[in-house]
């Protein structure tokens, strides 16, 4: 059976500790970048702040309904092992994240949690995307039918940071696994995929366009 490359590979030494330094060092500065992209800034957050009781609310609501998306459409999660438990207490320490903690100094290693989370439970990418997608829906539910248009951009703000920076980690760590398990770096990584890449889309283009 192929071994699939995860967050389990075992790190040894100070040359891992560096590397995970690195990452961490990474993801605080792509953290900072995207706040500036988004134009996340202390207003936002103070909105969020103020409405914290009202998005509580909320919480039970949401999360149960994303937790539906996901139970109800069972090749979206096929080979996930997951109860529905497990499923709800991810969804709550997220959305617990993002409502309280949008300043902590803390907050890129706590989303990078939940990001090698989803890693060492073998949730694909397109899954953690898929879920969020169900999170701003669910969000935008609740915030227009009580009225609080105002929460909207700072919620969503605050989302697609969170998701950016989970998708990193998510990133970064399986490319370390990668390393640790075949010697191959993430740079030489990258030129490996650059040296087919033009021509496998340019054929892929051409493919599909004579469809």
Not at 76 to 102: F, H, M, N, S
Not at 195 to 206: D, G, Q, S
């Amino acid at each position: 059976m192929k071994e699939r490359l995860t967050c389990k590979t075992k790190f040894q030494g100070g040359e891992s500790m560096r590397s995970i330094d690195s990452i961490l060092k990474d993801l605080n500065k792509t953290y900072d970048r995207a706040k500036r992209f988004l134009e996340l800034d202390m207003e936002d957050l103070n909105i969020i702040r103020k409405n914290k009781d009202f998005l509580f609310k909320k919480y039970d609501k949401i999360i149960s309904n994303v937790v539906k998306s996901l139970l109800n459409n069972k090749e979206t999660i096929e080979g996930v092992d997951l109860t529905e438990d497990k499923i709800t207490e991810l969804l709550k320490r997220y959305y617990t994240l993002t409502i309280e903690e949008g300043t902590d100094p803390r907050l890129v290693k706590k989303i990078m949690k939940i990001g090698l989370a989803h890693i060492k439970r073998e949730i694909p990418p397109s899954l953690i995307i898929l879920t969020m997608g169900a999170f701003i829906r669910e969000t935008l539910r609740n915030l227009v039918s009580s009225g609080k248009s105002e929460l909207i951009l700072p919620i969503f703000k605050c989302h697609f940071l969170m998701l950016h920076i989970m998708l990193e980690a998510y990133n970064k760590a399986q490319l370390l696994s990668l390393e640790k398990a075949t010697k191959i770096s993430e740079s030489l990584y990258k030129r490996l995929i650059s040296l087919k890449a033009e021509e496998v889309c340019n054929k892929l283009i051409k493919y599909i366009s004579t469809e």
